[in-house]
């Protein structure tokens, strides 16, 4: 069964520093999201990309946070000064069309020190 | 704007309990909705969904029915198995299928 992949599993940075966190959606999928969990807390929505453009984006998505297709795989989340408080699991998601079903990918732990 | 409230835990069962954790909802519109589970150390996913009222999505031996007229969403499976362990969250989305309202989530925990 098809599956949403992300790389890196763990990735451990400075504050201040620039991560760029890596998706690879379902191929057929059109549709594309990026999520976050802080530890022990609810999964949190943080944008919706479709079509080459954000089509929604939440309050926590602000301006140090962007996102890409750079190519017909990849889709990315880049945090450009990472805070302490933007430790937590960030997970991925992509459906092909309006059909509700999300499928979500393993999940990137992001830990700020 | 749209939420999703669960009943707090951690739950803690043992084997072949029956199991319920409870759902509710806000949401304008005819919202779908989801179960997601998430094991430790893992990613989410998907455990059962449904896309309009009274349907019932089933897997693995749980089940939740839609509930239009009390805005619930339930999960309820017979008989817990310790690989059951697990935090659960109930999701919706609204009828653009766009973002995903998620519950606080419920940490099960199945003792042998």
């Known amino acids: 069964e098809p599956e949403v992949t992300q790389t890196p599993s763990h990735q451990v940075t400075q504050m201040g520093q620039e991560v760029i966190l890596r998706c690879v959606p379902i191929?057929?999928?059109?549709?594309f999201y990026w999520y976050r969990q802080i530890l022990g807390q609810k999964v949190e929505f943080l944008v919706s990309f479709y079509n080459n453009e954000i089509s929604e984006k939440s309050e926590i998505f602000d301006d140090q946070f962007s996102v890409e297709r750079p190519d017909g795989s990849n889709f990315t989340l880049k945090i450009r000064s990472t805070k302490l408080e933007d430790s937590a699991m960030y997970f991925c998601?992509?459906?092909?069309?309006?059909?509700?079903?999300?499928?979500f990918g393993p999940g990137t732990r992001l830990t700020v020190l | 704007g749209d939420s999703v409230t669960q009943m707090e835990g951690p739950v803690t069962l043992s084997e072949e309990a029956f199991l319920t954790i409870n759902c509710t909802y806000t949401?304008?519109?005819?919202?779908?909705l989801f179960w997601y589970v998430q094991y430790p150390g893992e990613g989410l996913q998907l455990l059962l969904k449904a896309t309009k009222a009274d349907d019932k999505g089933s897997n693995k031996g749980f089940e939740a029915t839609y509930r239009k007229e009390t805005t619930s969403f339930h999960l309820e499976k017979g008989s817990v198995q310790v690989s059951d362990s697990a935090v659960y969250f109930c999701?919706?989305?609204?009828?653009?299928?766009?973002?995903?309202?998620f519950g606080p989530g419920t940490r099960l925990s199945v003792l042998p």
């Open positions: 191929s057929n999928h059109l549709y």
């Open positions: 998601a992509s459906i092909r069309t309006l059909e509700h079903t999300q499928y």
């Open positions: 999701a919706l989305t609204d009828n653009y299928g766009q973002n995903f309202v």
């Open positions: 949401a304008t519109g005819y919202p779908s």
